[in-house]
T-cell receptor, first 113, second 115 residues
Framework: KQEVTQIPAALSVPEGENLVLNCSFTDSAIYNLQWFRQDPGKGLTSLLLIQSSQREQTSGRLNASLDKSSGRSTLYIAASQPGDSATYLCAVRADTGFQKLVFGTGTRLLVSP | EAQVTQNPRYLITVTGKKLTVTCSQNMNHEYMSWYRQDPGLGLRQIYYSMNVEVTDKGDVPEGYKVSRKEKRNFPLILESPSPNQTSLYFC??????????????FGPGTRLTVT
């Protein structure tokens, strides 16, 4: 059974720092991995999707990498801003089970001005 | 604007009183699903639908029903709600059921409390 773990559970940094959020999964047979941002009262927003054949994806200040063989992904946020404060969720889609996503429990990020 | 909408956003109800949470998407997506989010457990899939009239159970389907009569709508039905169904519910959609590059789009969530 696929399990997804995110460490740390919470992170507090001053504005301007570069930071890394970690995601690990137990079964390397994944179809893709998706990073989401969750803001209170606003649901989940998709940030980046990495297909199993890809190593990384970039969007603005965000860069996500995928090492399928070791069961790891990292989300790198450059020059953090207070507006980046949110919970970040990692989710993997298994090789089977169509579009079902298996989620980690998230990293709660607070960026202080 | 492309979006997934859910109604209601907040609901407090009593044990046993049937309720429906609606979900609608305007992106002509084939795939839709429901998740619940609970502290310490993350998001877990309840039901999913690969297209009109095609639905199947996810990981935690007990106590829930769904239907997919139209492509855009995927309501979640609780026939006899119980307190253990108190949770935050999300509807999601995706362009297809198996495209490896298809992102999933989530609605804003419905916070349900069953007393």
């Amino acid at each position: 059974k696929q399990e997804v773990t995110q460490i740390p559970a919470a992170l507090s940094v001053p504005e301007g720092e570069n930071l890394v959020l970690n995601c690990s999964f137990t079964d390397s047979a994944i179809y893709n991995l998706q990073w989401f941002r969750q803001d209170p009262g606003k649901g989940l927003t998709s940030l980046l999707l990495i297909q199993s054949s890809q190593r990384e994806q970039t969007s603005g200040r965000l860069n996500a990498s995928l090492d399928k063989s070791s069961g790891r992904s990292t989300l790198y946020i450059a020059a953090s801003q207070p507006g980046d404060s949110a919970t970040y969720l990692c989710a993997v889609r298994a090789d089977t089970g169509f579009q079902k996503l298996v989620f980690g429990t998230g990293t709660r990020l607070l960026v202080s001005p | 604007e492309a979006q997934v909408t859910q109604n209601p956003r907040y609901l407090i109800t009593v044990t046993g009183k049937k309720l429906t949470v609606t979900c609608s998407q305007n992106m002509n997506h084939e795939y839709m699903s429901w998740y619940r989010q609970d502290p310490g457990l993350g998001l877990r899939q309840i039901y999913y639908s690969m297209n009109v009239e095609v639905t199947d159970k996810g990981d935690v389907p007990e106590g829930y029903k769904v239907s997919r009569k139209e492509k855009r709508n995927f309501p979640l039905i609780l026939e006899s709600p119980s307190p253990n169904q108190t949770s935050l519910y999300f509807c999601a959609s995706s362009r297809s059921s198996d495209g490896p590059g298809d992102e999933q789009y989530f609605g804003p969530g419905t916070r349900l409390t069953v007393t």
